[in-house]
């Protein structure tokens, strides 16, 4: 990589230099998915051909590998491509973000908050905060990725170290811990359920609770933010000494009068935005409550992508206008235009991608080799710390080709909740192992909804950045975090520890 001082230490430097360099040798990553899309419609043939099939292990249906290169298969193949692109959900996602946030930064607010950071930050303590931030925003649906991990680059470029170390810190709080916080999410619900339905197999009375991995969380809260700054300072930050490419540092001087005017105006507009929410969310029947008057079901959410286009472009609007910069709609609409241009690249990508994703989902693949997987993890007849280990090991290699927590876990759930309550251990545990491996690949899976998005961002400070880049940089916070949370699993079963309010480690069978 031309424009990346990278100092060789050691064999793990070594190793990883090797990897980035082979996985870059790879075809461009659009090329690379397109490869990818037509491997698996090749694959979808061959498995038809020798019948490759699974017994779904909740409806009991027979799943069998539909050929993508028959009539029908083509047929869908062909009238469907469009939807694909269009209807992939990170697409949309990221573009209404951009907008907003596109704004924003065009306007100069968010390098006026950088600035502000920076030299109000010590920089010990700067990569925790990355990560754990990163962490916590899984409480937000997506913000992470369109949010904090290109700032995170930007506030690092600006101190004057890699934006690639800085991208990455986020990166592993965002995604790769993903099972961590300390607020409950739209997630634990969702897994909840799905997790009580498993559990109904043995015992029709069992609920599982959306808080049943809560205290497990928030101890995991903290050690995923320790080990990613670990890995970020030890490992990750040695390979990329100095960024010498094209992309300019934002300034850290202090801010101006005028600067400061523009930052108390938007931070106006801020409080305005929160006085709305709260009053739409405090009261039991407020108008941004959901249906059911609950708040992770609310529109406030569910669509905070939705506000954080409103927020974040009101806020740079006021800014601008406040600076000069914006002295009417017509310079608000051509930055707005703007910031689009910059996912030119990401948009390409997210095309063949789709494509990937989709056909991959179509053919049954994905769904026989999760299902086949657990069938012969089960056959292994292993104790409990093996037997979760492996677990871990195998939701961790499922995510790399089923990017859905909530897709793999109603796969899973009916095959490992009955087994774990068999061996007298509860559903909730069963969900934590589930969990923590579902977390630990996915900033190494090219399954993972966003990883396009991560690839557009590295290319932003070199356009020679490919899978080989991510994956050689994330690697390392996969294998440590894997092992932490490997360990802190054995601690918690040994001692006994509670997983959750009124969730436990042991399960005894009706009699």
Known sequence: MAQNTIKKRNFIDLFLNVLEKGGNALPHPATLFALMALSVLLLSVVGSWLNWHALHPATGNIIETVNLLSKEGLNRVITEMVPNFTDFAPLGIVLVAMLGIGLAEASGLIGAFIRILVLSSHKKILTFVIVFAGIMSNMASDIGYVLLIPLGGVIFHAMGRHPYIGMAAAFAGVSGGFSANLIIGTIDPLLAGLSEEAAHILDPTYHVNPTANYYFMVVSTFLIAGLGTWVTEKIVAPRFVSYTGSV?????????????????????????????????????????????????????????ITFLFLIAGTMGIAYG??????????????????????????????????????????????????????????????????????????????????????????????????????????????????????????????????????????????????????????????????????????????????????????????Q
């Open 248 to 304: 300019p540092r934002e300034t850290i001087d202090p801010l101006t009068a005028v600067e400061k005017k523009g930052l108390l105006w938007s931070l106006g507009v801020l409080a305005v935005w929160l006085v709305i929410i709260l009053w739409g969310v405090l009261p039991a029947d407020g108008m941004l409550r959901g249906a059911n008057g609950g708040l992770l079901s609310s529109p406030v959410i569910k669509g905070i």
């Open 321 to 510: 206008v406040v600076n000069g910069l914006f002295k009417n709609d017509t310079d608000v609409a051509n930055k707005m235009g703007d910031s689009l241009k910059t996912l030119a690249g990401y948009i390409v990508l997210v095309f063949f991608a789709a494509q990937f994703v989709a056909y991959f989902k179509w053919s049954n693949l994905g769904v026989i080799m999760a299902i086949t997987g657990a069938d012969v993890l089960i056959e292994a007849k292993l104790g409990l710390v093996p037997l979760m280990i492996l677990f871990i090991i195998f939701a961790a290699l499922i995510n790399l080709i089923m990017g859905s927590a909530s897709a793999k876990w109603a796969i899973m759930a009916p095959v490992f909740i009955p087994i774990f309550m068999l061996l007298g251990y509860s559903p909730e545990l069963s969900q934590a192992v589930y969990r923590v491996g579902d977390s630990v690949t996915n900033i190494i899976s090219p399954m993972m909804s966003y990883f396009a998005l991560i690839i557009a961002f590295f290319q932003k400070y070199d356009n020679k950045a490919g899978l080989g880049t991510i994956i050689s940089t994330m690697i390392p916070y996969s294998i440590v975090f894997f092992i932490g949370w490997s360990i802190l699993l054995i601690i918690w079963i040994s001692f006994g520890i509670p997983l959750g309010p009124g969730a436990g480690l042991y399960y005894a069978i009706p």
